[in-house]
């Protein structure tokens, strides 16, 4: 269905505030993301409430802005769509309230978009890849709440293939970090140290070589756990601390190398890879799953970082997908707090 109209996308599920404008082609004519990170560090993760209060206060004038820079107005829009779960729930009402507002007033068509659909529909938009990947497609979802191995069947078809038992990868990661004494969000900062490390130091590797996709890395997070604990009370060392995230990350690369492998035999129909979500960012990572993945044939498509984590891009170009799929929202759908892939 041919699409009229630009699509303005709002993201505000968990502590990034973001708007986009797409034309319906999906060139992207205005992206802006305000984090909130300096607002949560001092508590070491996201605080709920400040985050939907910080939320309130930038959503407004970062649309506008957005909208300014498109050269357009909200009239001038096929839909506007917005997050609408998972996530924190007073974020997810202030992006969808407003969302649903002015839609309403401008008579425009409301779209409630699911995050992980976004993240997942994130490598199709026009230009990314040298080719846009069709489906069927294998995603691997890696972000600080998800874990996933999915296949991509359609525009909301999505089938779980495995996910984590117990802390999601980004998760892993965050609190890694916080063992070795780096500072929030761990992810970012423990790639960053590990590059001055060798990973000398023997962990396991949850998972590896059993049947499926699933993954776990409770195991892998307590021995690290362990290895520091023996250092002691006083700081750790820090090229020991180097090394320690070397080795943490190489466990990991090798546990999601493991698992790419299995899902691929689990959908041998696949056309491509994709990799989403914060941890898709760790060029580590990347290189490891472009080997899996290169070795059975198949393309790896990694957005850029900056689509990778959270963002108001995907929200729109997934609105512009449910739109070409003949989609709509009516404005009285709700927020999901939780809200799985499948369910979608
Ligand atoms: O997708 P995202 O921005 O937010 C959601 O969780 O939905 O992902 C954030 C997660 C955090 O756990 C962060 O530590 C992790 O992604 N992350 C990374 C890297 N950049 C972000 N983990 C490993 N290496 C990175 N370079
Ligand atoms: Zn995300």
């Known amino acids: 269905m ?20 797409l034309a319906p082609d999906g060139r ?46 909200f009239a001038d829009l096929a839909a506007i769509a917005a997050t ?22 401008s008579g425009v068509k409301y779209l409630a978009v699911n995050h992980l659909e976004a993240h997942a529909l994130t490598a199709r938009l026009p230009g990314l890849a040298a080719a846009q990947p069709s489906f069927p497609y294998l995603l691997l979802l890696v972000s600080g709440g998800h ?4 296949a991509v069947e359609g525009v909301g078809k999505y089938r779980r293939l495995g996910t984590t038992l117990d802390d999601a990868v980004g998760e892993a990661f965050d609190k890694t970090a916080k063992l070795l004494g780096l500072p ?6 423990l790639e960053a140290i590990a590059r001055d490390g060798v990973a000398r130091f023997e962990l396991p590797r949850p998972m590896r070589g059993r049947e499926g996709c699933d993954f776990s890395f409770s195991g892998l997070k307590t021995a690290v756990a362990q290895l520091v604990a023996g250092y002691g009370e006083g700081a750790l060392p820090r090229q020991d601390a180097a090394d320690i995230a070397a080795s943490f990350q190489n466990a990991v690369a090798d546990i999601m190398a493991d698992r790419l492998g299995h899902a691929l035999a689990m959908l041998p129909g696949a056309t491509a890879v994709v990799i989403a979500g914060g941890v898709a960012s760790n060029q580590a990572i990347r290189v490891r799953l472009a080997d899996v993945a290169g070795a059975a ?12 984590t959270d963002n108001a891009v995907m929200v729109a170009w997934a609105g512009i997908e449910r739109l070409q799929a003949g989609h709509e929202s009516l404005l009285s759908a709700p927020c999901r707090p939780r809200w799985p892939l499948e369910e979608i």
């Open 297 to 308: 044939g198949k393309i790896l498509v990694a957005p850029p970082l900056r689509l990778c």
């Open 84 to 105: 609408a779960g998972p996530g924190l729930i007073g974020g997810l009402l202030v992006g969808t309230g407003y969302a649903k507002g002015a839609a309403l007033a």
């Open 28 to 73: 992207i004519l205005a992206e802006r993301v305000l984090t909130q990170l300096a607002d949560h560090a001092a508590f070491g993760g996201v605080v709920p409430e400040i985050a939907a209060r910080a939320h309130l206060a930038a959503l407004g004038p970062l649309v506008q802005d957005a909208l300014r820079e498109a050269g357009l107005g």
């Open 184 to 189: 929030y969000p761990g992810g970012p900062a």
């Open 147 to 150: 874990c996933q191995c999915v």
């Open 2 to 21: 041919a699409i009229l109209g630009c699509v303005l996308g709002i993201e505000s599920s968990c502590d990034e505030t973001a708007a986009a404008v």
